[in-house]
Each structure stands twice: as C-alpha cells, then as structure tokens.
C-alpha cells in the first residue's frame, strides 16, 4: 500500500486546465438536445421576416443584426446551461472539486455551446454577406465584432448563473436580460432611427455597438469620429473587462461563501 | 505539515444569512484519514456532514480551523488540493444528454488523462458497475439507480488518491450497492483513500475500517463499527417481548429500552447466562442476537439529544 500518491497521477492546476476536454463534453450535451437547437433561430428568423415585409431594403441590416444578436443570445445558453449544471445536477462540483481549471470550465462550456450553434450562425452570417455585398474587409469586420459580442454575452451569462438558486426565476429574467439587450436597441434597423438621446446608450451596449459599426461600414448610419470611437473602444473594453471578471468570478465561486 | 490524505483540526463551519439567525454547521471538527482507509462519517440529516465534505473538497470556505489534503492546506491554497481529490457530490446528477460511457470519458479527460487511459478506465468502470448493457443509452433514459451507478463510475474511474462520496449509493438496489463496496475495496487496496456518508449503517459497517458519528456539528464517537457497538454496554441484544412489566428487574443487566410491551436489554456476552435464567424463572421468551451499528447509533446520538 503506498502512502504518497503517484506524482503523476497528481499533476498541479494550471490556468484554464480542462478547457478543451470541457468543450467537447458540452458539445456531446448540446448535440443530444437538437430541438434545443432547433429553436436557437426562432427569434432571429421572426425579426427578420418583419423586417422583410415592413421595408425589403432594410433585410442587409437586418440579417447583420440577426448575425450578431445570434452571438448575443448565446449568452443566454451559457447562463442557462451553466445554472442547470448547478442547480439540477450539482455536477459542477464533479469537475470543480478536481484538477479541472474554473475558468476551463466556464470558457469550455462557453465554447462549446458556440461550436454546437457556429452553423446556423454562420448561415445567417453568409445571408448577410451576400445579401448586403459585404467586401471581404467588411466581412471580417462582422466576424470579428460578433465574436466579440459572443465573448461579451458569454462571460455575463456565466457571472449571472452564478447568482440563481432557482432555475424557475432564471428563465425569466434571462430571456428579459438577452433579449431586452439584444432587439429593442438599433440592432436588427439602423441607429439612426433609435432616440438621439439614446444614442450613446447604445454605443456603450456591444450588441447595438457592433451593429453600429457595422452599418456605419457599409454606408448606412453616419457615425462621427467621436461615435466610432465610442463604440469600439467601448465594445473592446467592456469584452475585455467582463470576460477577465468572469474568469475571476469562476475562480471565486468554486467555493461558496 | 502531515502525510495523511486528510487532516483536520478544529475545523468550524458558521453559515451566516440575512435575517435569520447564524447556523452553526461545524462546531470544532478534528478527525484524520490514514492512507488506504475507508472512512464513513456518519451522522443525523444536518449533523454537518456533508458540510465538512464540502469544505474538505475545496468546495465550501471554513469559517476557521485548520483542513489539510495530503498536507496541502484546502483553506488557502485549494488548488493544491484539487489534483488529489474526486467527489461524488451528494444529489448529483450525470449529464442527462450524455451517456455512461460518454460520461465517464469527457469526465476523465476533463481531469487531464490522456486519451487511452481515460479509455482503458472507462471500460473498466463500466464493467466493474454493471453499465454495459446501457453505456450508450442517454442518461435520461435510466432510472435513478441506474444514474447514480454513473456518477458513482464517473468517480471511481478517477483512481484519484482521495475520494469524497456524500451518500453514493442512494436509490441503488442492494446488488448495485455490493458492486459499489467492491469497487471502492478495490479502489483502497490499490492505494486510494476513501471518506464516504451513508444513511445505510450496514454499508457503513460493511465497507469502513472506521467510523466518525457527528451530530451537531461536532465529533460523538470515532472508531471501529466494534468500537461503537461496544460503546453503548454490550454487543448483545436480548429481546424479551412480553417483558415491559419488568423492566425494573432487568436493569441492572445493561441498557434498557421499553417499546410497548416489548423490553429489550443491552448485555455483555459474559453476563448473558444469569440474564436467560431470570428471563427463563420469570416464564418470558427471549431472543437473543447482536447489537447492530444502527442500534448503537441510535443510541449514541439519542443519548446526546437527550442530554442537550
């Protein structure tokens, strides 16, 4: 009988030990649950069939929302998934109390739900790039800001799941928290049509920021120098700040009070 | 600094929420887990149990005292610990989208084992718990037995070198149950260290080289299932079913406990004799057998009750 165990059995934690291993779990999880799948689109295709009937010229803008607000709601998975997790299974305890990193955790599960969801995001994506002949430049522009957007909403939804005890309430204020954020700021329409007043709440808000620059981009919204810089420092930042609090707040939620 | 798997030392748990007042958890807890020893701690719902479980799992702050996970200190430096430890956490769940075989892979993959032995391990484990027939069925397809088999295997497969269970085998039928307590002989005979709670005092019994009851957040007994029998006067039981009426006369034996008409006497072996010839003298048919842990917990954590 040993007395010490194998050191190699024991290797030390290192930061986002597990992320990888984590991301493939969740998209097995994700991949079982196809009518979860199935309605990732339904909020999207809705805004943009009312678009379409309301004014066709505006179904460019339209998709490019559609594109980012599918990054946007992704959040919303992570917040959910991540408090199921907790609250009805009490697995996170399995693979916390364990070698497993806490931030491969959160960013496993948050990448895995977008590998399991890249594709109809990536419809959407395309849709918009052929539809509003987006120029490879312009192109990559909406990559980038969507995973951004992506990376913002993710790490949100994780710090909010932190703070449920009841996935009952969660339901509703997650859907209020996504889709509050994500629809009635200019995101599926130009900002030019949201309140003047207003305009700088939406720069300062990644969803709408993003479309912002985009639209800007094509020639749709005039955006000042100051407002362009508003928006991407601001959108930059805020991703930035919120995905590092996520990280801390992972680590720091491992153990309870 | 200590070699043992696990060490603690006054170890207290205070819950502190808005409106209510305190809840003392873990009043000053002090027990050590000797390499290769299974360990059940044993005790009341809200005795504190699986609190210290939590804690000693890095998974829960101690509100003081000292908790130490093969010399690593779990309070202020639990990623130390963690590469150590596994946890079957009490009322978990496997992913219901996933199935056994996928569960156990992912899980150990996750804990950074490299692909042929995350493999080798988890056709061991489903082996071992009698999963085969439905390794990759989704886990919401089994019954609840039959999950907790997973979670329990998802575990076991670890091999880690110290093992938390908080109640693993609740909701299994007795076979899965002895399929579980030999896995976990096994696991201590090649070298793991095993700290389990039960409610089945005869799993407690069967499956720990030593025991801690707890009640109130604070240590009442440690040893041996032996130990703990002997603690309450004797590790016989003599029921006399018609013998409450006489009660007065049988005291002086051992512990009595008077249930209706029934009386039932706690006895040391050497005294049994003198004890079934006054029952014989007095016309009262008596049935002799052996003090169960139960029993003795009952009584070990009854009188406490009684005395606060």
Redesign the interface.
């Known amino acids: 009988?040993?007395?010490?165990?194998p050191q190699a059995?024991?290797?030390?934690?290192r930061p986002f030990?597990?992320t990888a291993?984590?991301l493939?779990?969740e998209v097995?999880?994700?991949a079982?649950?196809s009518l979860a799948m199935a309605t990732a689109m339904v909020t999207q295709t809705v805004l943009l069939v009312f678009v379409y009937i309301l004014n066709p010229g505006l179904i460019g803008v339209a998709l490019i929302g559609a594109t980012l607000f599918s990054s946007f709601a992704l959040g919303q998975r992570v917040l959910n998934e991540a408090a199921y997790?907790r609250i009805?299974?009490?697995?996170n305890?399995?693979?916390?109390?364990?070698?497993?990193s806490p931030e491969?955790y959160f960013l496993?599960m948050a990448t895995g739900i977008l590998v399991v969801y890249i594709a109809p995001i990536a419809l959407l994506g395309t849709l918009a790039v052929v539809v509003g002949h987006l120029n490879v430049v312009t192109s990559l522009l909406l990559v980038g800001l969507a995973g951004l957007v992506w990376l913002f909403a993710a790490s949100i939804g994780y710090i909010f799941s932190t703070f449920f005890r009841d996935n009952r309430a969660i339901w509703a204020y997650a859907s209020l928290f996504f889709n509050v954020f994500g629809v009635l700021p200019p995101v599926f329409y130009p900002f030019g049509y949201f309140p003047p007043a207003l305009q700088p709440v939406a720069l300062l808000m990644p969803p709408s920021a993003a479309a912002a620059l985009l639209q800007s981009r094509i020639g749709v919204t005039a955006l000042s120098t100051g407002q362009v810089e508003l928006a991407a420092v601001g959108l930059v930042v805020e991703t930035l700040v919120v995905f590092v609090l996520a990280v801390f707040w992972a680590r720091r939620t491992?153990?309870?009070? | 600094m200590s070699d043992d798997p696990l060490r603690s030392v006054d170890l207290r748990k205070t819950y502190f929420t808005k409106g209510t007042p305190p809840v003392e958890a873990l009043a000053g807890v002090t027990m050590s887990v000797r390499s290769g020893e299974r360990v059940a701690l044993l005790g009341r719902n809200g005795a504190g149990k699986t609190t210290f479980l939590k804690i000693a799992s890095t998974l829960l702050r101690p509100t003081s005292g000292q908790i130490e996970v093969f010399g690593h200190d779990v309070s202020t430096h639990p990623d130390r610990a963690r590469p150590y430890i596994a946890v079957v956490p009490q009322e978990g769940k496997p992913f219901f989208h996933l199935g056994p075989r996928e569960m156990i892979y992912t899980y150990l993959r996750a804990r950074g084992l490299s692909r042929e032995t995350s493999k080798a391990r988890t056709e061991e484990a489903i082996e071992r718990m009698n999963l085969t027939e439905f390794a990759d069925r989704l886990c919401i397809t089994l019954s609840g037995g039959q999950r907790q088999r997973t979670m329990v295997a998802t575990v076991i497969a670890t091999q880690a070198p110290l093992l938390f269970l908080d109640e693993p085998t609740i909701g299994m039928d007795p076979f899965a149950r002895r399929e579980v307590w030999a896995s976990l002989r096994d696991l201590t005979t090649k070298g793991s260290t095993i700290l389990l709670t039960t409610h089945y005092l005869d799993e407690a019994e069967a499956l720990s080289h030593r025991l801690y009851i707890v009640e109130r957040g604070r240590v009442l007994v440690s040893g041996t299932a032996d130990d703990l029998k002997r603690s309450v006067g004797g590790t016989l039981k003599v029921s006399l079913p018609e013998g409450a009426p006489q009660a007065e006369t049988f005291r002086s034996f051992g512990e009595t406990v008077v249930d209706g008409p029934s009386l039932t006497i706690i006895v040391h072996p050497e005294r049994l004799g003198e004890l079934m010839e006054l029952a014989l003298a007095r016309s009262l048919t008596a049935t002799v057998g052996p003090v169960t842990l139960e029993e003795a917990f009952l009584r070990v954590v009854g009188r406490n009750i009684d005395e606060d």
């Open positions: 009988m040993r007395t010490d165990p059995l024991v290797r030390p934690t030990r597990g291993a984590f493939w779990t097995l999880v994700q079982h649950e997790i009805d299974h009490k697995a305890d399995l693979y916390l109390a364990g070698p497993m491969g496993g491992v153990r309870g009070p």
